[in-house]
């Protein structure tokens, strides 16, 4: 059974920092690009940003240099840690898994992020 478990949302002041850790298990985490997504209220769900098997990552605009995407597969695990946080980047935050031929896909709980001004 795959799961994905998100971490390390909560409550933060404007201008502040946080990293969000998702860890996975029940899949060859290594062979899965992972990204991290967002769903505001009445919001469609957007990517935040991604990183394949091998590294190489993409970022949405809004969050480009503010948002860093990590991952270590000896821990299963993928990173997101932004900085300078607005209101705006108030959401739930999901961590997806995705693997391509035939399209394979997972996703997390979510964790609700939360930025005060």
């Known amino acids: 059974q795959v799961q994905l478990v998100e971490s390390g949302g909560g409550l933060v002041q404007a201008g502040g920092s946080l990293r969000l850790s998702c860890t996975a298990s029940?899949?060859?985490?290594?062979?899965?690009?992972m990204g991290w997504y967002r769903q505001a209220p009445g919001k469609d769900r957007e990517l935040v940003a991604s990183?394949?098997?091998?590294?190489?990552?993409n970022y949405a605009g809004s969050v480009k240099g503010r948002a860093t995407i990590s991952r270590d597969n000896a821990k299963n695990t993928v990173y997101l840690q932004m900085i300078n946080l607005k209101p705006e980047d108030t959401a739930v935050y999901y961590c997806?898994?995705?693997?391509?031929?035939?399209?394979?896909?997972?996703w997390g709980q979510g964790t609700q992020v939360t930025v005060s001004s």
């Open positions: 990183i394949s098997q091998d590294g190489p990552t």
């Open positions: 997806g898994a995705r693997k391509i031929g035939p399209l394979i896909e997972y």
């Open positions: 029940g899949l060859t985490f290594g062979r899965y690009a």
